[in-house]
């Protein structure tokens, strides 16, 4: 891939090529030591990342969609439960919710910040509602204070869908300490991205955290031996020690993020693009930066005829997906339907240098 010449809205490979000898050198280390699933780079990565999100336990497994379904099984989510969540999210929110037999219910989103309009949850609630699901969309917490409050008043579960939001905070404290258990994604675009897929649940709750441990290993709590039906959910040792490495990076590369938003908005703000906003109380982690215009194909088209290329996270909301549309009936989902006609991402990631930012600033201002 040429990517010298054209502006990708994500890529690694100038990471990697900074990181190279450091990576191989992870690989090889785990290669030589004999264990390559669930052996001390898992445990130590795990401690780690209880301490970076100020929880007591964390169980790694292969992917964010798992970390999100094994937490939920977690709770005993199962047929015919119903689970608060948002439509205009990726498919995992929802897929994980209805791998466990329960029902998706959404609940629409603000027009400001894109997460769940917390004024709307609770009219949402029936006696088949075990858990809320918020998803931290674009790096930014959606409200715990309200969310808390309302789970509290009804005895549900809140589980933190934060794929999107590792190193990001809300009143000072870090996303994935908000919920009874959170679920984070080390898919490779993501804040914390591995070499491959991964995920992690944590949780302050033991219980909760025993049954992740065994759900992630066929229900076993000793060897070939089953207490309850589970899932095969490992993350490997070698994605493990990789994202250890870069989990010490992560503070400072969101800083970097969060520059490069700064100059976004200090220079896009005469445009006709509606710019993302920091809600107060919260720390963006700007995993995407998002935008709205009304004439978003046109624009992401002459981006593109000028080698700026970006994505849309998302182009269809879940509700109206063939794969999901037979589930829900009952949608006011007039902002989030709004919305997805009008958003995109600019590109994002550490490595983007000072020239592409300007070229990204200079083209945009020209449409
Ligand atoms: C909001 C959200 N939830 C869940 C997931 C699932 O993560 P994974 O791709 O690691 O399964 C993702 C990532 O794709 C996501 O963005």
Known sequence: MNYRNKIFVW??????????????????????????????????????????????????????????????????????????????????????????????IYVDINENDFLIDTSLIEEKITNKTKAIVPVNLYGQSANYEIIKKIAKKYKIKVIEDCAQSSGAFYKNQPSGSHGDLSAFSFYPTKNLGGYGDGGMIVTNNKKFYNKCLMLRKYGMSKLYYSNFHGINSRLDEVQAAILNYKLKKLNYNIKIRRNIAKIYNDNLDKTDLILPTENEDNYHSYYVYVVRHKKRDKIMKYLSNNNIFCNISYPYPIHSMKGYKKLTKDFNLKVTNKVSKQIFSLPMYPELSDKKIDKIIKVLKNF
């Open 11 to 104: 890529q690694y490979l100038e990471s990697y090529k900074k990181d190279k000898k450091k990576i191989l050198n992870i690989v090889d280390k785990v290669f030589r030591s004999g264990q390559l699933i669930l052996g001390n780079e898992v445990k130590n990565f795990e401690n780690n990342f209880s301490k970076f999100t100020n929880n007591k336990y964390s169980v790694g497994v292969n992917s964010g969609t798992d970390a999100l379904q094994i937490a939920l099984m977690s709770i005993g989510i199962k047929k015919n439960d119903e689970v608060i969540t948002v439509s205009n999210t990726a498919v995992p929110t929802v897929s994980a919710i209805v791998s466990c037999g329960a029902k998706p």
